[in-house]
């Protein structure tokens, strides 16, 4: 469910509204008695409340302190903002309104835009597969009141919503209704609707390729798999070699012949949250118009272990002629991404983005917290990731990345073999993939944060959507 988040330059005597404040000085100017003023400041000294509500009988009126938090860094302050947005919507929803303006009465752009960016996030559900309505959410609009804020940013806040939710619509839905070919067909339609160029290769053209790490995953799958090009290349972009995002798509994980335990498969539909990603990231950016050359990569197919599959032991070929002794079947994204990072050689990038739910080491490192990232040859690139990272609060832990890590993933049958043995994992799958690439890189291994098993303020419940935000962001500030 998509809420609407629209500018307005006059309320409605009897709209439902919040007023944005950080001191109550600025409340006489929007029709409170010195009584209520002097009520409001009692719960916020004296209980330390941010929000006090009042009945006005035909319509309510809220208002929401944006405290400094103390010790609290801009971004920390920003983060807290899109929070207490999350617990309004709650608040909204659970008073069955359907629609809220939000007044600025004296804050920072930056905090009402979190603000509203919380709440739109927050209201997000995924309920496609339930019969009772009475379940669905009631806010449906939001209307913005500032002279802060430009219609044009909130169309842009509104389009990375889309984006982000988008995206977690993806990753939340079942194999059943989501098999590779499905996915490939959303992008089509994602490309329509954002005039990107679309092409999709399906498995004989896969084969024509030689992608050998993404037709020796499919073995095992009754579906056939797919690898989907997303271009976005305005006639005013401004970089001279594409930014490329490349993005697994495995669109359910058993582990192959190695079978996850049952609590491991569970949440096995997630294992194409990178694709999904990377899909979504280039249709906000050709929504917004953005004048930067994208292109996404997505290869996609489920890992089954079917009489066929692929199994240790077995030495693949991938598209470049490396040769790969498969040590364990459920370390299976690198193979496709493999082929993935090859096809990317052709473009000669500015900088290729790989984003993969790719290890539980990565996840166990540092939980659902943050990004792990890696790469090479990047200069400042992985900074500006950062600063991008602390900016949506979609966090990146930058790992060593060693020569010395290379010996990991020797083999003795084969050019490289597809584990690399106890001892880190996350950094042993990156080295897998840097073998492949021969420009500046980046690896987000996003296993931690992709999936939650509860409630998270704005990410929600499931699926985050993460990265839609961070990497444009990123490409955003190339402008």
Not at 127 to 139: F, G, M, V
Not at 172 to 177: F, W
Not at 424 to 432: S, W
Request: proline share 4%; net charge neutral; glycine share 8%.
């Amino acid at each position: 469910m998509q809420t609407t988040i629209k500018k307005i330059n006059k309320g409605k005597t009897k709209d439902n509204i919040l007023y944005l404040v950080s001191q109550t000085g600025k409340l006489k100017e929007y029709g409170f008695s010195q009584v209520e003023i002097s009520f409001i400041n009692d719960q916020v000294d004296g209980k330390d409340k941010k929000l006090i509500s009042f009945n006005r009988y035909s319509h309510w009126e809220y208002v929401q302190f944006i405290k400094k938090e103390k010790e609290a860094n801009d971004h920390l302050q920003i983060e807290t903002c899109r929070k207490d947005g999350d617990k309004f919507v709650s608040s909204l929803n659970s008073q069955k309104l359907k629609e809220i303006t939000i007044c600025d009465a004296g804050i920072k752009p930056a905090e009402l835009l979190a603000f509203v960016e919380g709440m739109a996030l927050g209201n997000y559900q995924f309920l496609k597969y339930i019969s009772d309505q009475k379940k669905l959410n009631s806010l449906k609009s939001i209307s913005v009141l500032s002279n802060q804020i430009s219609a044009s940013e909130l169309n842009e806040l509104s389009a990375i919503v889309d984006g982000t939710c988008k995206c977690r619509d993806l990753v939340n839905e079942p194999l059943s209704n989501l098999d590779a070919d499905a996915l490939a067909d959303i992008f089509k339609e994602m490309g329509k609707e954002g005039s990107i160029k679309v092409e999709v290769f399906y498995k004989a053209k896969i084969e024509t390729l030689k992608m050998g790490g993404l037709l020796s995953v499919n073995k095992g799958s009754p579906n056939p798999p797919t690898f989907t090009v997303m271009e976005w290349k305005p006639e005013n972009h401004i970089n001279k070699k594409p930014y490329i995002i490349v993005g697994k798509g495995i669109v359910f994980d058993t582990g192959g012949i190695n079978l996850k335990t049952s609590t491991g498969l569970q949440t096995m539909k997630c294992d194409m949250g990178g694709a999904a990603a990377a899909g979504c990231i280039i249709y906000v950016i050709a929504k917004q118009k953005l004048p930067v050359w994208v292109i996404s990569l997505m290869p996609a197919t489920e890992n089954r272990p079917d009489g066929n599959a692929m199994v240790p032991g077995d030495v693949i070929t991938i598209s470049d002629g490396t040769t790969v002794e498969v040590q364990n079947t459920d370390a299976e994204g690198r193979l496709i991404l493999a082929d993935a990072l090859v096809f990317a050689k052709k473009y000669k990038p500015e900088l290729v983005i790989d984003i993969a739910t790719l290890t539980g080491s990565a996840s166990a490192a540092i939980g659902p917290f943050g990004i792990v990232a890696m790469g090479s040859g990047y200069n400042k690139q992985m900074e500006k990731l950062k600063e991008s990272g602390d900016a949506v609060h979609e966090r990146i832990a930058e790992f060593p990345f060693w020569e010395d890590y290379k010996d990991l993933i020797k083999s003795e049958v084969a050019d490289i073999r597809n584990t690399s043995g106890p001892y880190a994992g996350a950094i042993g799958a990156g080295k897998f993939l840097e073998h492949f690439v021969d420009y500046p890189w980046i690896h987000l291994d996003i296993a931690g944060p992709v999936f939650l098993d509860h409630r998270d303020s704005y990410r929600g419940m499931h699926a985050t959507g993460v990265c839609v935000r961070l990497v444009y962001d990123f490409l955003k500030k190339k402008i």
